[in-house]
């Protein structure tokens, strides 16, 4: 089993940057794929960003250039690195867990975290 805690939400003014963190507790033995989703009000859950166990990334056509996935294994973190935000940026942001398949479904993914508010102004 895997615990996902999201943390470093909050409000931001438009263009400005956050930095997301996913602490990872566990089963870390196992090297799973990872990936970030956020929800807006009224909206379905959408895959932003994703990373495999080979060490690709991947984006959703919409945040390309602007947010960059990465991981440091040695502390069992993932993060979100979020610049030039627009409003639109504003949803719960979600870290998720899984063995793979496609990224941008989220029902392929095993786990998920309870998730941060991101709010861009």
């Known amino acids: 089993h895997v615990q996902l805690v999201e943390s470093g939400g909050g409000s931001v003014q438009a263009g400005g940057s956050l930095r997301l963190s996913c602490k990872v507790s566990?089963?870390?033995?196992?090297?799973?794929?990872m990936g970030w989703f956020r929800q807006a009000p009224g909206k379905e859950r959408e895959g932003v960003a994703s990373?495999?166990?080979?060490?690709?990334?991947y984006y959703a056509n919409s945040v390309q250039g602007r947010l960059t996935i990465s991981e440091d294994n040695a502390k069992n973190s993932l993060f979100l690195q979020m610049d030039g935000l627009k409003p639109d940026g504003t949803a719960a942001y979600y870290c998720?867990?899984?063995?793979?398949?496609?990224?941008?479904?989220?029902?392929?993914?095993?786990?998920w975290g309870q998730g941060t508010q991101v709010t861009v102004s």
């Open positions: 998720a867990a899984g063995l793979g398949g496609d990224w941008t479904d989220a029902a392929a993914w095993k786990y």
């Open positions: 566990g089963s870390t033995s196992i090297h799973y794929c």
């Open positions: 990373l495999d166990n080979y060490g690709s990334t």
